[in-house]
């Protein structure tokens, strides 16, 4: 199982991304899915997650500004960033409860990270 995250890059104060990531592998079902960010010298922390059933959960430094949403079909999670700011800038990853074909056992997955940049 892999997850391939896409998306980031280097955006102004203001503007919007969408990152997107895509699990893939030998998947049985996918349970919650995520996004996280670390920033230089900084913990990792949790942005946004989704559960199976679309209930989501955002941090509150990005209420009102990002969007989480999933496609169960592509099994593909999305987060649609709008007025980013300086204050966003980190590495994202996307993280995932997996459970794979043959097992009954839910294992973590994280993808790659991507680098999101916000200039002021």
């Known amino acids: 199982v892999q997850l391939q995250a896409s998306g980031g890059g280097l955006v102004q104060a203001g503007g919007s991304l969408r990152l997107s990531c895509a699990a893939s592998g030998s998947i049985f079902s996918i349970n919650s899915m995520g996004w996280y960010r670390?920033?230089?010298?900084?913990?990792?922390e949790l942005v946004a997650?989704?559960?199976?059933?679309?209930?989501?959960?955002?941090?509150?430094?990005?209420?009102?500004?990002?969007?989480?949403?999933?496609?169960?079909?592509?099994?593909?999670?999305y987060l649609q960033m709008n007025s980013l700011k300086p204050e966003d800038t980190a590495v994202y990853y996307c993280n995932a409860w997996i459970r794979r074909i043959s097992t009954t056992l839910t294992t973590n997955y994280w993808g790659?990270?991507?680098q999101v940049t916000v200039s002021s």
């Open 49 to 77: 997650s989704i559960t199976s059933g679309g209930s989501t959960n955002y941090a509150d430094s990005v209420k009102g500004r990002c969007t989480i949403s999933r496609d169960n079909i592509k099994n593909t999670v």
């Open 112 to 114: 790659q990270g991507t």
């Open 38 to 44: 670390q920033a230089p010298g900084k913990q990792r």
